[in-house]
Antibody, heavy 116, light 108 residues
Framework: EVQLVESGGGLVQPGGSLRVSCAAS????????LAWVRQAPGKGLEWVAN????????YYVDSVRGRFTISRDNARNSVHLQMNKLRVEETAVYYC?????????WGQGTLVTVSS | SYVLTQPPSVSLAPGQTARITCGGN??????VHWYQQKPGQAPVLVIY???DRPSGIPERFSGSNSGDAATLTISRVEAGDEADYYC???????????FGGGTKLTVL
């Protein structure tokens, strides 16, 4: 059974940094793209970033490019999102998802709250 | 960047057929995926590649895509289908994934 489990969310001040992580199991991790998708309270889904199988290709939504960094560790079956210079409007649940063009499996998400 | 437009809400009675549209410029040339999200839960893929159903998704869910609109059709709607539905495509021009704004399906 495919499982994705996010961790690392919490409260951070505007301008601060946070790293969220996703532990994967139940599939051959190194064969798949992975992605982060976020959802602000009461709002829709927004794709944030994705990364290819060996980490050599990374793509970001324009609003986070230069501040967020996606990475993966195929030895530990994990993917991470380093978020710097966070903004209040980036308060959201951050989901990890397996990316096969569609997002066929999702984690339960981790809440990131950006507030003073 | 590519924009996907969905109606904010659709309401109908149990047993009726729901059709949720996803509009985009020449979306028929792209591959569309659909997600169902119930309150407090993660999204679930219900249609991929325009019209394919993942295992475990009822046959009542179907999809189509042509011209400037893709459509998610839910036949014989049930109370348990009440949820937010999102369409999604891959924008080849900048390699980004794009979501529609979502449609809230209410079963009266």
């Amino acid at each position: 059974e495919v499982q994705l489990v996010e961790s690392g969310g919490g409260l951070v001040q505007p301008g601060g940094s946070l790293r969220v992580s996703c532990a994967a199991s139940g599939f051959t991790f190194s064969n798949y793209w992975l992605a982060w998708v976020r959802q602000a309270p009461g709002k829709g889904l927004e794709w944030v970033a994705n990364i290819n199988q060996d980490g050599s290709e990374k793509y970001y939504v324009d609003s986070v490019r230069g501040r967020f960094t996606i990475s993966r560790d195929n030895a530990r079956n994990s993917v991470h999102l380093q978020m710097n210079k966070l903004r209040v409007e980036e308060t959201a649940v951050y989901y990890c998802a397996r990316d096969v063009s569609s997002f066929d499996h999702w984690g339960q998400g981790t809440l990131v709250t950006v507030s003073s | 960047s590519y924009v996907l437009t969905q109606p904010p809400s659709v309401s109908l009675a149990p047993g009726q057929t729901a059709r949720i549209t996803c509009g985009g410029n020449n979306i028929g040339s792209k591959t569309v995926h659909w997600y169902q999200q119930k309150p407090g839960q993660a999204p679930v893929l219900v249609i991929y590649s325009d019209s394919d159903r993942p295992s475990g998704i009822p046959e009542r869910f179907s999809g189509s895509n042509s011209g400037d609109a893709a459509t998610l059709t839910i036949s014989r709607v049930e109370a348990g289908d009440e949820a937010d539905y999102y369409c999604q495509v891959w924008d080849r021009s900048n390699v980004h994934r794009v979501f529609g704004g979502g449609t809230k399906l209410t079963v009266l």
